[in-house]
């Protein structure tokens, strides 16, 4: 899922000249934006100009010059504005991701952290609302998936050779406080689980990667360039403890062998990223990305301790927080970016949402609960935020407590059917035989009359149409001919009354999927989202306790994130739910439909499965090439066979978005009982 508008810039070589390609695309959405063939734009290059702002050490000069000419062409600047100002517009952020070819090898070697908006003159690098990459294509076809957070592991090795053995370089390099280095990175891991390495070597690496999956590495080490200007690792000698060289090819090999290498590499190294004067892509960052390590976090010049004891220690605590690898590297940046080194840093990265793991529903509405209470008992709201406030909260009350309630009426449904109807075909069918066999029956008369109640209570909520009364009333009389059979040994009025409750478990539960999803379609969590970020920022610009103006951004955040997890479920919903259609309308004409319908059905479908690497995807993408086959064969058996998995694959993967959801839906209910304190607690300060 794209959690915010994203922009891929690409570069490469078109008649001697660069030519620059972008594709821009939105959250959730399923098209992208392009330059087309109609439009040629080209960067302007001069490379012996920006190696002379380098050799001076004039990085500030290095990126205005670098973005004069990467920015040459007016269209670029020009659509780059436009990209600017929809995120502007929609309080949004941008992922950037710069993607030189293999064609305009030499571009890797420029300092692309150091690049600007053309309009602010703000870096991109630093900018919080933008989150920069480099990408690069890889050769490995291994498959990508996020942990969840709680289950994050981190590997740590950290080089510490003999301080006099570091001495004899040119110039010496300092000694690494391994210790210091540890305490900080397990500091700012929290609850992750940390293994560290006794000893910087690479056997003892493999060692433990192979031994047990880590999703991060993080690696503490001087990095030189040898004779052949390859990049290599200072690690330690196994006895003696000296400084023992680890080429990049040899560590790359190590890492890219491994049955479950790390999604994030973090190499704390002078000179780990390239060197400025070289082939980048022969250092160690990009060549592990390249290899197939779907992050990597690498230095491409020389990084000073001090800064570097700055930056990693919040990168992480950032990471803790939302996973997210660019975004944390953006904030950590820029709280860096006085110093002369703060475009160190360089972020070599495959995943397109750019998680480290999946932040599950339930953390992210609880972020969002904490966020509201402190918005609402920081301070008294200025009458222009008051107002923009109230109405942006009590909108969201509104929709979340009908969303709640149609997802109460989806669960009581869902429990008489598989709790109650179903597990009691075998009592009833032993009813019909024997009356008097009524013990297990009467539980089940019981959990039936809980059930009413349950669903009176609900109905009578004002946000449910009061339609919903009329069937809800239908099973308190079937309740009551429950229990009356029992009492009489009436086989008919109980068979009666099942039937009741048959028709409405056949009708009922798609009409509230339906209106549920509906209400979640409707449910304005951006703008809550929006108004969380306005309480913020004036109660930042009052100097209140930073503390509580961070819970109330990460509140925003969170919610954010849920409304942009609710879109794209609501949108795969539909889209699944269309297949589906499709689906069943082949199967009603006994496959008669198939071939015409085909054609349309198999690009829709491959449109969901696209670029997706989970076992579904990948089962279904199977079925569909056999049904393609089964097709062009033009055999009835084959063809009804691969349209039955197909179907199966397809039904499958409808009911688990179907079931995430509901289940997301769940999980913002959560928030309505805060809102709503929220909204009480606002309207009396305001008094």
Request: proline share 3%; with cysteine.
């Amino acid at each position: 899922m794209n959690d915010c508008c994203d922009l891929e810039l690409t570069i490469h070589r078109q008649d001697q000249k660069y030519a620059v390609d972008f594709r821009f695309s939105e959250p959730n959405s399923q098209v992208d934006v392009g330059a087309g063939a109609r439009t040629e734009m080209f960067a302007n290059f001069n490379l012996a100009e920006l190696q002379k702002y380098l050799g001076r050490g004039d990085m500030k000069g290095y990126g205005a010059e670098l973005t004069r000419q990467f920015f040459a062409d007016s269209t670029l600047k020009s659509e780059f504005a436009g990209f600017r100002k929809v995120i502007d517009d929609r309080k949004d952020r941008l992922r950037v991701r710069l993607n030189i070819k293999p064609s305009a090898l030499e571009l890797y070697q420029l300092r692309w952290e150091t690049l600007n908006d053309p309009g602010s003159g703000v870096s991109l690098a630093t900018d919080q609302i933008i989150y920069f990459s480099r990408y690069l294509v890889s050769t490995s076809i291994r498959r990508i998936q996020a942990r969840p957070k709680e289950k994050l592991k981190a590997l740590v090795m950290v080089a510490s050779p003999d301080p006099e053995e570091l001495k004899k370089y040119d110039p010496p390099l300092a000694k690494v406080d391994k210790d210091a280095e540890v305490k900080a990175i397990k500091g700012s891991l929290g609850d992750a689980t940390i293994k560290e390495l006794e000893k910087a070597t690479l056997d003892r690496l493999t060692e433990a990667m192979t031994s047990d999956e880590y999703d991060l590495l993080y690696v503490v080490a001087h990095g030189v360039f040898g004779k052949d200007n390859e990049g290599q690792l200072l690690l330690e000698d196994e006895q003696t403890g000296k400084d023992v060289r680890a080429s990049a090819t040899e560590f790359v090999s190590r890492m890219s062998g491994l049955e479950h290498p790390p999604r994030l590499i973090v190499l704390a190294s002078c000179q780990s990223g390239g060197k400025g004067t070289g082939d980048i892509l022969s250092a160690l960052g990009p060549r592990l990305a390249e290899a197939g390590i779907p992050a990597v976090l690498a230095m491409q010049d020389d990084l000073t301790i001090n800064t570097n004891a700055r930056f990693m220690p919040l990168f992480f605590t950032q990471l803790q927080k939302h996973g997210q690898i660019d975004r944390a590297l953006n904030v950590a940046r820029g709280q860096v970016e006085s110093a002369d080194d703060f475009w160190v840093p360089v972020l070599f990265m495959r995943l397109k949402d750019g998680r480290l793991w999946e932040v599950p529903a339930e953390q992210l509405a609880s972020q969002g609960v904490e966020g509201i209470k402190a918005s609402a008992a920081l301070f008294k709201l200025s009458p222009e935020t008051y107002t923009r406030t109230i109405k942006s909260f009590e909108n969201p009350s509104q929709q979340i407590g009908r969303l709640a309630d149609y997802k109460d009426l989806h669960d009581l449904l869902h429990k008489l059917q598989f709790d109650i109807y179903n597990t009691a075909k075998y009592p009833v069918e032993r009813f019909a035989r024997d009356v008097s066999d009524t013990d297990e029956l009467r539980e089940y008369e019981i959990k039936l009359g809980k059930l009413v109640s349950d669903l009176n209570r609900t109905v009578t909520s004002p946000s449910v149409n009061p339609v919903e009364k009329d069937w809800v009333s239908e099973i308190e009389t079937a309740h009551t001919s429950f229990e009356k059979a029992l009492d009489e040994g009436n086989d008919a009025l109980l068979q009666e009354c099942f039937g009741t409750l048959k028709r409405i478990i056949k009708k009922r539960p798609s009409r509230i999927n339906s209106i549920l999803t509906e209400a979640a379609r409707a449910l304005q969590l951006n703008a809550l989202a929006e108004a969380l970020q306005s309480v913020s920022k004036e109660a930042q610009e009052s100097g209140l306790e930073a503390s509580q103006v961070s819970l109330i951004q990460e509140g925003a955040d969170a919610i954010l994130a849920l409304s942009n997890k609710l879109t794209s479920l609501v949108q795969d919903h539909d889209y699944w739910q269309d297949v589906t259609i499709d689906l069943d309308s082949i199967e009603e004409s006994d496959l008669a439909d198939l071939k015409s319908m085909w054609g349309t059905l198999k690009i829709k479908v491959e449109r969901l499965f696209a670029n997706r690497e989970e076992d579904w995807a990948i089962q279904l993408r199977v079925f569909s090439e056999a049904l393609d086959e089964a097709i062009k064969s033009d055999n009835p058996a084959k063809m009804k066979s691969a349209f039955r998995k197909y179907r199966s694959g397809a039904g499958d993967r409808f009911f688990k978005v179907d079931t995430d959801l509901k289940n997301h839906c769940g999980e913002i209910r959560n928030i309505s009982g805060p809102l709503k304190k929220a909204i009480d607690l606002m309207e009396k300060s305001s008094k």
